[in-house]
């Protein structure tokens, strides 16, 4: 299986990954007693801000998420805030390599004034494919809340790229809703 999978991935992409996982480990990972989102009581916690929001780890984040991006996909999403960052230096990076990706932001509350929009970025077609980006994901509730509203828009999505994977049922949450997760770290990658 690894010779596989040193076939599908650069060389650099597992130098950018272990230095990713450090950062990771460094700025992100607590153990203690936490209630996660998601309102489950966790021994681990994961708050991946610090690292996105850092210049050098949202450069290392991109360029992971540009090798598992679904060369098909036409746009990026995610739910604010988490998200904010991640499709920001995505679509920079792309662009930086000559590809043509669009962000899309999904508020978590519609607002009330003006467009009234749900959605924020560039008016996109119907039907298009785009890949929801996510920090972490435990349960998949804040990716299924972006998914829904995607396809309440009219556009295709088939995968979630996430920094990490809990592994606490947001594979077989996404799967129901027949949609990939595909991950840079799981929680073994941690413990």
């Known amino acids: ?22 950062k990771l480990i460094q700025k992100s990972y607590k153990k203690g007693s936490f209630t996660l989102a998601s309102g489950k009581k966790s021994d681990h916690y994961f708050n991946c801000k610090p690292v996105s929001l850092n210049g050098e780890g949202l450069q290392l984040i991109s360029h992971l998420f540009l090798e598992l991006l679904d060369s098909n996909s036409k746009a990026v999403a995610g739910l604010t805030l988490g998200a904010d960052p991640l499709v920001s230096g995505l679509i920079v990076t792309a662009a930086y390599k000559g590809l043509d990706l669009d962000a899309l932001i999904i508020r978590k509350e519609i607002k009330n004034y003006g467009t009234k929009s749900g959605i924020e970025g560039p008016l996109l077609k119907e039907g298009i494919l785009v890949t929801v980006l996510e920090d972490v994901v435990t349960t998949a509730g804040s990716a299924i809340k972006a998914i829904k509203k995607l396809r309440e828009n009219n556009y295709l999505v088939n995968e979630v790229l996430s920094i990490v994977d809990r592994e606490e049922g947001g594979y077989e949450a996404l799967r129901s809703e027949n949609v990939k997760l595909k991950s840079l770290f799981s929680m073994r990658d941690f413990t």
């Open 1 to 22: 299986m690894f010779i596989f999978l040193m076939s599908i991935f650069s060389e650099k992409y597992y130098l950018h990954r272990e230095k990713l996982l450090k």
